[in-house]
């Protein structure tokens, strides 16, 4: 006979550590809690879109930065088979724009490795990285 709405369950003979609303609160709980390391600016930031398309193709790349007093420079490079591409430009530290953008047109089919650097003259203090296709 199935028990009805109103019957009272018998008590657990053990506690229950964590209850139901508890598991509902771990994901906002881990939310809480990385958002600090989520939000901590890298020093760049690279974004390429479309990631895969077909060619002759068109790509948008987006550099994001944080410079700091010691960055002179910001350098792009575009690396496949048959195709490269690099840009290179001057920057005055803090002073630099936090966003950069290039667009490439008519990039033939291949794979692509695309690099973003930034740092002072000698080197690089930070790089970026991410692979595209172009069909």
Same mark, same amino acid.
């Given at each position: 006979m199935a028990a009805s709405l109103t019957e009272k369950r018998p008590k657990p003979s053990h506690p229950r550590v964590v209850s139901d609303l508890d598991y509902?609160?771990? $994901?906002? @709980? @881990?939310? /809480?809690?990385? #958002? *600090?390391?989520?939000q901590s600016p890298r020093p760049i930031a690279l974004t390429?879109? $479309? =990631?895969?398309?077909?060619? *002759?193709? /068109?790509i948008r790349i987006q550099v994001r930065m944080q410079p700091i007093a010691s960055d002179r420079h %910001?350098? %792009?490079?575009t690396d496949g088979e048959n195709f490269f591409?690099?840009? &290179?430009?001057?920057? &005055?530290? &803090?002073k630099a724009p936090k966003?950069?953008?290039?667009?490439? *047109?008519? @990039?033939p089919s291949?794979?692509?490795? %695309? %690099?973003?650097?930034?740092g $002072?003259?000698?080197?690089?203090?930070? #790089?970026? =990285?991410?692979?595209?296709e172009v069909r």
């Open positions: 509902r609160m771990i $994901p906002f @709980l @881990l939310a /809480t809690l990385l #958002q *600090p390391i989520a390429v879109y $479309p =990631r895969i398309s077909f060619a *002759p193709a /068109t %910001v350098r %792009v490079e591409r690099a840009t &290179e430009y001057s920057i &005055e530290g &803090e966003l950069a953008s290039w667009t490439i *047109p008519d @990039l291949g794979s692509y490795t %695309v %690099v973003a650097g930034i $002072p003259w000698s080197g690089y203090r930070a #790089q970026d =990285r991410t692979i595209i």
